[in-house]
């Protein structure tokens, strides 16, 4: 059984309320932040700065990534992408998940994620039959994250039609689907199990009365939808509907703070102001959006509404936070033709930004008394923060942080990774390798 950190010093430190030297921050036994005190000595040396989370993520797309850069014959676009994830993923149960996701969560840990938002619609085998243990494929990634310490909450997906307007789905989206009924016992076979909110697939995958009503499902936890990710399901709402997918949700649902919009990338001036002013947070997979072509969110204008944000790996094609907040700063500094578009910091900012406590269901975000211990250590010997103070080792660390300084990670008060090395790594490699080679 891993050991929480009880009481450990650190030299230097980012708290939520700014940079502080020779700090003691202390845990409870459930992981949480029970105490900070300062003027201690004999501090462990290094950067210490708040863990991110990993708001979005289908860890079983992990065995894909970086597969499917191949252009068909009639070109190449989301839809012929997800064709080809739908058929791979036909020889991937229990057993195989588990060592997928595993081999990801060690990943995510050592590049600075301490927990992960997992966005779970991959129920059923692969002609829809479900498991006799239904909830067989929740627990191979409990299990995953169990055994490796990453801090979790499971988002069971409710994936109920193809399209706007149809009734069932086609064969290749049967793995994903259940009834209301079938997902509200599901929700309760999981009750205890680990940390759980809901999700809907889209606004395209479940009826329009679901969405209406899912906030009473959820009993006060996160709910996560996908939506206006591509031009062509914002223009199936708008025929089905005669509303953008955004506008029709804010008009529709109660959107506030447990909602979590994953993309929101097609977006006008109102639908900006609409999610911000609901106090709704953006989950934003930089990486994956542009390896899928979905196009850029506006967010200078959104972090001028004041709108809240997160970070997901979604399609894991990278697994590593630094990466998502500089193509983040990067698409807008592309489009708009000027730089530090975030803030005067913009690493700094992004980071801060977009550490994730709502999407996880957590009541803190930082390294404060009651939020999660999840705290992430810099090398400060490493050449890529050498020499820098304050909010420059998180804007050298986004721009230009190879390789990585991660050092130690502490995911809920206990060290996963210690200089460089989560001690499941060797083992779980080696199982992810022989799971991918019979896939
Ligand atoms: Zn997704």
């Excluded at 708290?15 to 030297?21: I, V």
């Excluded at 700065?49 to 070109?75: C, L, M, V, W, Y």
């Excluded at 395209?204 to 006060?220: D, K, L, Q, T, W």
């Excluded at 944000?309 to 000027?338: C, F, M």
């Amino acid at each position: 059984m891993a050991k929480i950190a009880a009481k450990t010093v650190f030299k230097t430190i980012l708290l939520t309320s700014g940079w502080a030297k020779n700090i003691a921050v202390e845990v409870d036994d459930g992981g949480i932040i029970s105490n900070i005190s300062v003027g201690e000595t004999g501090g462990i040396d290094g950067i210490a700065i708040p863990g991110i989370a990993n708001a979005h993520s289908h860890a079983f797309q992990r065995a894909f990534a970086g597969k499917t850069e191949k252009r068909g014959k009639d070109g190449d676009d989301f839809w012929a992408w997800r064709k080809v994830m739908y058929s791979a993923l036909k020889d991937v149960g229990p057993e195989e998940l588990r060592a997928i996701a595993a081999q990801l969560y060690v990943e995510m840990l050592k590049s600075g994620y301490t927990g992960v938002a997992e966005f779970h619609y991959l129920h059923h085998q692969a002609d829809g039959t479900p498991y006799e243990n239904r909830t067989a494929m929740s627990d191979a990634l409990i299990t995953a994250a169990t055994d490796t310490g990453i801090d979790f909450t499971l988002l069971p997906v409710l994936y109920m039609r193809g399209d706007f307007g149809e009734a069932g789905v086609d064969d290749d989206q049967r793995p994903f689907t259940n009834s209301p009924d079938d997902y509200s016992a599901l929700l309760q076979m999981l009750q205890g199990k680990c940390q759980i909110g809901v999700a809907l697939h889209s606004l395209r995958a479940v009826p329009e009365e679901i969405v209406r009503e899912i906030n009473s499902v959820s009993a006060g936890g996160p709910i996560h939808i996908h939506i206006a990710e591509q031009v062509r399901e914002v223009n199936h709402c708008f025929e089905t509907h005669g509303k953008r997918p955004v506008e029709w949700l804010l008009e529709n649902a109660d959107v506030n703070a447990a909602w979590n919009l994953v993309h929101a990338t097609h977006i006008n001036a109102d639908e900006v102001a609409g999610i911000a002013e609901s106090g709704a947070t953006v989950v934003l997979c930089p990486t994956t959006e542009a390896n899928l072509g979905d196009g850029i969110f506006p967010l200078e204008n959104f972090l001028k509404a004041g709108g809240r944000y997160a970070i997901g790996s979604d399609s894991h094609v990278s697994v590593d936070p630094r990466e998502e907040l500089r193509l983040l700063e990067y698409g807008q500094r592309l489009t708009l033709k000027r730089r530090a578009i975030a803030g005067e910091n913009p690493g700094a900012t992004l980071w801060q930004g977009a550490l994730g406590a709502a999407a996880m269901g957590d009541a803190l975000d930082g390294i404060q008394v009651g939020a999660r211990a999840n705290i992430v250590v810099l090398d400060e010997n490493s050449p890529a923060i050498a020499g820098c103070k304050g909010d420059e080792f998180l804007d050298a660390l986004v721009f230009a942080g190879q390789p990585s300084p991660v050092r130690d990670v502490m995911a809920g008060g206990v060290w996963r990774v210690k200089d460089y090395h989560h001690p499941g790594e060797d083992a779980i490699k080696a199982a992810y390798l022989s799971t991918f080679n019979k896939l």
